[in-house]
């Protein structure tokens, strides 16, 4: 079955750069059909998508983050990275991994069908 | 870009209701509208995508429904389970996908 897992630290400090990984297994990571996508909802607050990054390498970045964000993947070790420049508090949030599909049995559909538990990262000095 | 808009905010609803949330879109996404569920503290689970379509294991008292910039999800009795927050999200567009800002369904 399809798992992915959230890796990286709980306590970032302002103006540093976050950096979080995403264990997963379960499916081929080649094509277009599948990409693996970071969210993230800060305390009491709404989900917010941030990037995803397709199985060809294609990346898709939120504009408003656009510029403090990088996506890849290291499709040997089953992994997707995301950094973030130059936190700040306001980027205190769980941060979620997710599996996400193009094509849903010949539907086009690009959804995100399964989940990782979430980590909590607080920046804070 | 796209802005995703739920009503209501939140809502208190008894066991047995039928409850029903809207999400619009400030420009067309076709059928390109997915609802999720969230519980504290857990990862938000897909209910609907493709606006209409079921996704396995989910209960048949979850439907969905709309096109274009209307979209509804419907609870047709809700259940003790099901009292959570739900929050649609467009991915039409190429450049980004968005959440709307949640419902928050709670007991009356």
């Known amino acids: 079955q399809i798992t992915l897992k959230e890796s990286g630290p709980a306590l970032v400090k302002p103006t540093q750069t976050l950096t979080l990984t995403c264990s997963f297994s379960g499916f081929s990571f080649t094509s277009n059909a599948v990409a693996v996508g970071w969210i993230r909802q800060p305390p009491g607050k709404a989900l917010e998508w941030l990037a995803h990054i397709y199985g060809n390498g294609d990346e898709k970045y939120s504009l408003s983050l656009r510029s403090r964000l990088t996506i890849s993947k290291d499709t040997s070790k089953s992994q997707v990275v995301v950094t973030m420049t130059n936190v700040d508090p306001v980027d205190t949030a769980t941060y979620y991994c997710?599996?996400?599909?193009?094509?849903?049995?010949?539907?086009?559909?690009?959804?995100?069908?399964?989940w990782g538990q979430g980590a909590l990262v607080t920046v804070s000095s | 870009d796209i802005q995703m808009t739920q009503s209501p905010s939140s809502l208190s609803a008894s066991v047995g209701d039928r409850v029903t949330i809207t999400c619009r879109a400030n420009q067309t996404i076709t059928k390109y509208l997915n609802w999720y569920q969230q519980k504290p503290g857990k990862a938000p689970r897909l209910l609907i995508y493709a606006a209409s379509r079921l996704q396995s294991g989910v209960p048949s008292r979850f439907s969905g429904s709309g096109s274009g910039t209307d979209f509804t999800l419907t609870i047709s009795s809700l259940q003790p389970e099901d009292f959570a927050a739900y929050y649609c999200?467009?991915?039409?567009?190429?450049?980004?996908?968005?959440f709307g800002q949640g419902t928050k369904l709670e007991i009356k």
């Open positions: 999200q467009q991915s039409a567009s190429a450049l980004m996908y968005t």
């Open positions: 997710a599996h996400l599909r193009a094509d849903c049995s010949g539907i086009s559909c690009y959804t995100y069908d399964y």
